[in-house]
């Protein structure tokens, strides 16, 4: 499988970016899709997750009331819908898929075994 993820750019604090992923693999089955994030000097962190067959959603604390993760499984596309940015958002973004997560892993960058290139996000205060 092969991700394409895009959208990422400068913004002012408050803003919002819609990030977009796009994978390879028309028969998507089970596969989830992630997004994740790392920061300069930090780890890889998770940011929220989608099941592409039943729609189930999961969101990183820090997020939680500010992004929202949607799929459009026509075109096998996960998007990343981020409100009300923050300076603390400024990250690589990354997008991740695997179809045979079960939800407790969804968080978990080392269990997913696709990677997009990422997208880099620059939330200025």
């Known amino acids: 499988v092969q991700l394409q993820a895009s959208g990422g750019g400068p913004v002012q604090a408050g803003g919002s970016l819609r990030l977009s992923c796009v994978a390879s693999?028309?028969?998507?089955?089970?596969?989830?899709m992630g997004w994740f994030r790392q920061a300069p000097g930090k780890e890889r962190e998770f940011v929220a997750a989608?099941?592409?067959?039943?729609?189930?959603?999961a969101y990183a604390d820090s997020v939680k009331g500010r992004f929202t993760i949607s799929r459009d499984t026509a075109k096998v596309t996960v998007y990343l819908q981020m409100n009300s940015l923050k300076p603390e958002d400024t990250a690589v973004y990354y997008c991740?898929?695997?179809?045979?997560?079960?939800?407790?892993?969804?968080?978990?960058?080392?269990?997913?075994?696709?990677w997009g290139q990422g997208t880099l996000v620059t939330v200025s205060s």
């Open positions: 991740a898929s695997d179809s045979t997560l079960i939800r407790s892993s969804w968080s978990n960058p080392s269990a997913y075994d696709h």
């Open positions: 693999e028309r028969n998507f089955g089970r596969m989830v």
């Open positions: 989608i099941n592409l067959s039943g729609g189930a959603t």
